[in-house]
């Protein structure tokens, strides 16, 4: 697989404090790659800088083998990236089926949107909430539109910032259930993401962010066995 999405050497510095030190990191390209690490590690800083939020201090990102260091996010989501923040902001006072229709009608023709709205509403589970208000939807039905809303965009790479935040149990399930149904069809996602069942339920590659730097990364079955992750992250070797 060729490799999507590329920070090499990224740095990014606020003031005296160094965030981001020296990334080296690939995607590859139908991966379902999760970044974590402990609080201050670094990963929301790097996610904003794969989405444009925040331009490096050193380094450079690269998007299907184009340099998109200094590109805003919506020239990223041109080339095919599409991103869900940690927070829900769908339109709250308009159905469920009108948000999904606002993301998409630039993305697909006039005569598919129907047919897409219906399939999307489907793979989310909201068919029966079609005509609800979206700010009438829980918690966790209302990530799941935006994931909607993101992937109604048709992106190649498809970026989530703890997308399982506030989640129940079953919920978070049900978010990789989603999650993996989405890469079964060949999109590639990168998630940042605290929950380590959610993490073990989707990924296939992990990188362990500590201090700013790649401290560790791998498959889940090499991270989980890591002491070294256990000690700095996850608290001790049977908490894995």
Known sequence: MQ?????KSVSRRFGGFMAVRDVELSVAER???CLIGPNGAGKSTLFK????????????????GHDVTYDPPFARVQRGMSIKMQAPSVFRAL?????????????????????EEERLLNLLGLSADATRLAGELSHGQQQWLEIGMAVALKPILLMLDEPTAGLSPEETFRTGELVLRL???????????????FVRQ??????????????????????????????????TPQSV
Do not use: K
Request: net charge negative; no cysteine; aromatic share 6%.
């Open 95 to 115: 159905p469920v089926r009108q948000n999904l229709n606002i993301a998409m009608q630039h993305h697909v023709s006039l005569g598919e949107l129907p047919r």
């Open 183 to 197: 890469a079964s069809e060949g999109m590639t996602i990168v998630a940042v993401e605290h929950d380590m069942a």
């Open 3 to 7: 490799d999507l999405l590329q920070f």
């Open 202 to 235: 989707i990924a296939t590659r992990v990188t362990v962010l500590h201090l700013g730097q790649v401290f560790a990364r791998g498959s889940v079955a090499e991270i989980v066995a890591d002491p070294r992750v256990a000690e700095i992250y996850l608290g």
């Open 49 to 64: 800088l794969a989405v444009g939020t925040y331009a490096p201090t050193a380094g450079s990102v690269h998007f299907r």
């Open 31 to 33: 991966d379902v790659h």
